[in-house]
């Protein structure tokens, strides 16, 4: 607003109380003796200040030229702290803001005029009626009156701090009352609510024929002042109209849950932040999913596995053609090599990740598995919003693209039949042209490039790779080829299978264990890289046992690789046959069997002892006749001590159990192997018959499979 005016601007205003003229206003301002000032620019002359002016033209010039003025931030922010604010509509709140800021406006008024308060709302108010006070459009549109009472009962409600009783809610004596409303205690509403809630397609017209048939031609409403029902006709259809828009804003929430839970889940449902704070460093915990790609490769459409660890929100990606478990086993082979083994991994009810074969690798891994309850995403939720910035922000960016909406789906469906009209090829239509080879590569580059250097909302505007890179904590590694190991898919059902004659059945193929007796249960592995070779563990998938093979599918005479097999067989047989058959020609010399277990229920029987009872003599003729006859004979002479020592050597020996020794098992050979080899490596001498042992042991298939898995334990020995 300008301060100082030349004679010529002042008489062009027409300010009341100054003459019209400029000689007018010049003499004007020395008779009364105006400050003034040179004007500065062309032509010279002098200036005087508005402040110089007579009361009546600084208002009215003030009002005039007085921009808009919106409600203070102080005032605003202790309107809306009030208790009652949180109770004001949309619309009551708009009243009391338009009031306030009229306050605002007659205060900045009076000190631009220079004059008092009480002054400035006399001629403010005149001002407001005439329209020549400048006010914002949505408060002249909410307050189209003004005196200076109606100004002093305003300024009176601010300053008890009660600016809610500004608030003019002129609807509220009306709001709920309509006969829709109340008719039937209320009945008919929620009839009318339930009615959109199964169909929300269903137009007002629809809805009136709904309650016509189920309440009849009236409404019973119930009279507020006399208790009284009434039945009053059934609304019109603009009353209906009317009604269900209402109704529709109103109860927005209540009908999305019931026709779009989804919905209503993502926009509604209560989520809260910081459900993740016990995360606190890198692989504490990780999330899985999968979702279908949002566009076409050139072998059709495929699907992505995506991990992200929550501390970091590092995330990497598997591209895969159908879901299965082994796209997970794949993905959390990729993850543990870059990032390390995981405390825990949270995933979803999905079949590919409560499949038999995940739950092994992830146990075997001894990773914790938490499973989030069915049918409620939003407990993974950092997982399905990193499937969603994938799909957005960079499967879209690739040709192929199909949309992630049926919105989306529906303009590209437009497209391919223009297409078809055409006679264009749709893969051509649709650019469809990248393998899943292609999208596996390109994602790669966009995690490294892209994702993870930006900044994540999630991390305080950190980037996944610095919150990466900063982190102390111990990352746990585990060697690849034992990973991949673990990794090799199992047989089908399960991958247990028993051994019997002909070896290990898998895939209508037998595979030839000899180091493994008949009727053996293991875990079978296959090797990803040669059908012919499958890797046996003990059924907990704990121990190897070693490795089996089929000798069509390797490519080597299976009539030689079955004489192999029976003669390693036989070989094992009697070294584990030895010890037994010298134990039963032992037994065959020794007691009988009745005597041992005489002898077993006579040492159980001498640990019982029966209390004395009386007792008394009882005898006849033919008794004591028997008793001459059961006399015992005279006593044979002593037998020399030698022969005593002897005899009781003898029945000393065949009273004490023999010891036999147990057969050595698959990993005790495997660790006898190791000890000769480092002894060996040392440089120190070991026997003859350990030398001859170590030498066959080395040959058989027992030594590999244990040696590809465990490595040379010799470091190269031997």
């Not at 002042?10 to 109380?17: E, G, I, V, Y």
């Not at 009386?614 to 002479?637: G, I, M, S, V, Y």
Request: hydrophobic fraction near 45%; glycine fraction near 8%; aromatic fraction near 6%.
């Amino acid at each position: 607003m300008k301060e100082w005016f030349t004679a010529a601007e002042l008489a062009k205003l027409s300010l009341p109380r100054l003459p019209a003229s400029p000689q007018g206003i010049d003499y004007r301002a020395k008779r009364d003796s105006w400050p003034s000032q040179p004007r500065k620019g062309p032509g010279g002359g002098r200036e005087y200040p508005l402040s110089a002016l007579p009361m009546a033209a600084r208002a009215a010039y003030v009002a005039r030229h007085l921009s808009a003025v919106d409600v203070p931030l102080s005032v605003a922010t202790a309107a809306a702290s009030e208790p009652e604010a949180e109770a004001i509509n949309p619309s009551a709140a708009e009243q009391r803001d338009s009031r306030l800021a009229i306050l605002a406006a007659v205060d900045r008024f009076a000190a631009a005029a220079g004059i008092s308060r009480k002054r400035a709302e006399a001629l403010f108010c005149a001002a407001y009626e005439t329209r020549t006070a400048e006010v914002a459009p949505w408060v002249r549109a909410a307050v189209r009156s003004l005196t200076p009472r109606t100004l002093a009962r305003w300024r009176a409600a601010q300053a008890a701090g009660a600016t809610h009783r500004l608030a003019v809610d002129r609807g509220a004596a009306r709001r709920g009352q309509g006969v829709l409303e109340i008719a039937g205690n209320g009945k008919v509403k929620v009839f009318c609510i339930a009615l959109l809630a199964r169909n929300p397609l269903l137009a007002a017209p629809d809805v009136l024929k709904a309650v016509a048939g189920e309440f009849g031609d009236t409404l019973d409403i119930v009279d507020v002042d006399t208790g009284e029902v009434v039945a009053e006709p059934i609304p019109s259809l603009r009353t209906f109209q009317a009604a269900l828009k209402a109704w529709k804003t109103t109860h927005e929430v209540e009908l999305t849950a019931l026709t779009d839970p989804d919905g209503y889940r993502n926009k509604y449902a209560l989520s809260g932040r910081g459900a993740m704070s016990h995360v606190r460093r890198v692989n504490q915990l990780w999330m899985i999913d999968a979702s279908p790609l949002d566009m076409m490769c050139v072998d059709g459409r495929h699907s992505i596995y995506i991990a992200i660890d929550i501390y970091s929100r590092r995330i990497m990606i598997y591209v895969t053609r159908t879901p299965r478990s082994e796209a997970v086993g794949l993905l959390l082979r990729r993850c543990i090599l870059e990032w390390g083994v995981p405390e825990a991994v949270k995933t979803d009810n999905g079949s590919d990740f409560v499949a038999r074969y995940s739950q092994r690798v992830i146990a075997s891994l001894g990773i914790e598995r938490i499973t989030s309850n069915a049918f409620q995403p939003q407990e993974k939720g950092h997982i399905e919003r990193a499937i969603g910035t994938v799909q957005r922000s960079f499967v879209r960016l690739l040709p192929g693209f199909i949309g992630h909406s049926v919105a989306d789906r529906k303009k590209i469906e437009a497209r391919k039949s223009f297409a078809q009209r055409l006679g264009q090829d749709l893969k051509e239509a649709l650019s469809v042209e990248l393998t899943a080879a292609d999208v596996q590569r390109y994602a790669d580059e966009w995690v490294r490039l892209d994702y993870a250097r930006k900044p994540h909302g999630g991390l305080k505007g950190a980037t996944p790779a610095e919150v990466a890179a900063a982190s102390t904590a111990p990352t746990r590694q585990v060697d690849m080829r034992a990973l991949d190991m673990l990794l090799a898919p199992v047989a089908d059902r399960g991958g247990i299978r028993t051994v019997t004659k002909y070896g290990i059945r898998v895939a209508l193929h037998d595979y030839l264990a000899p180091f493994l007796k008949v009727g053996t249960d293991v875990l079978v592995r296959m090797d990803p890289a040669d059908m012919g070779i499958a890797y046996l563990f003990a059924p907990d998938g704990e121990e190897f046992l070693g490795v089996a093979e089929n000798a069509n599918l390797l490519g080597i005479d299976p009539k030689q690789a079955v004489a192999a097999a029976k003669e390693e067989h036989r070989r094992i047989m009697a070294e584990g046959l030895a010890p037994l058959r010298k134990e039963a020609r032992r037994q065959t010399s020794g007691p009988r069997l009745i005597d041992l277990a005489l002898r077993h229920k006579g040492r159980e029987a001498g640990n019982l002892v029966d209390f004395p009872k009386r007792t008394e003599a009882h005898t006849t003729p033919a008794l004591d006749a028997a008793a001459l006859a059961a006399a015992p004979a005279p006593a044979a002479p002593a037998m020399p001590e030698k022969l005593q020592t002897l005899r009781a050597q003898l029945q000393a020996e065949a009273v004490a159990p023999a010891v036999t020794a147990l057969p050595e098992t698959p990993r005790q050979r495997w660790r006898r192997a190791e000890a000769l080899e480092r002894a060996l490596a040392a440089g120190m001498p070991i026997s003859a018959e350990d030398a001859l042992w170590l030498g066959g042991y080395r040959e058989g298939h027992e030594y590999k499979g244990f040696r590809s898995t465990y490595g040379d334990a010799a470091g190269g020995a031997g």
